[in-house]
């Protein structure tokens, strides 16, 4: 039982992270603010958060019956839609918010501007020409 208690909210969490900071660098509203918030996107903003949370409930719903039947011997799906819900789902929308919020609060780092793989642009300053006397 404690495998998934800490399993599930961890991996929600890894991947919450990932699309968190995703959402900043393409400088999305933070995950379910735009649901809310935006009338005029309200569709579009639903259709992603239903694609993206969809991914992360059928990775919970696979641990937690990985875990079922090495346990139990069997499934309980009550058991399971709960449980992927409260260990999994609501831990990646609180976490990528707070993420994207995060992520844009920092300062880029790095000279490439926080961008994997970006090419850091040389920054010129004054020009000193050497006299000759």
Not at 125 to 133: I, K, S
């Amino acid at each position: 039982m404690t495998f998934r208690l800490i399993m599930q909210p961890v991996v929600a969490v890894f991947l919450a992270i990932r699309a968190g900071l995703r959402d900043a660098r393409e400088g999305r509203p933070p995950f379910l603010w735009a649901v809310v918030s935006d009338p005029a996107r309200r569709r579009e903003s639903f259709r992603d958060v239903l694609g993206d949370l969809r991914n992360i409930f059928l990775v919970a719903i696979a641990l937690d019956a990985i875990y079922q039947v090495i346990v139990h011997s069997g499934i309980y799906t009550l058991e399971l839609l709960l449980t992927a819900t409260t260990l999994a789902v609501v831990p990646y929308a609180i976490a990528r918010g707070l993420v994207t919020r995060l992520a844009r609060r920092l300062p880029a780092a790095g000279p490439a501007g926080g961008r994997p793989g970006g090419q850091a642009t040389p920054v010129e300053g004054p020009r000193h020409e050497r006299q000759e006397g």
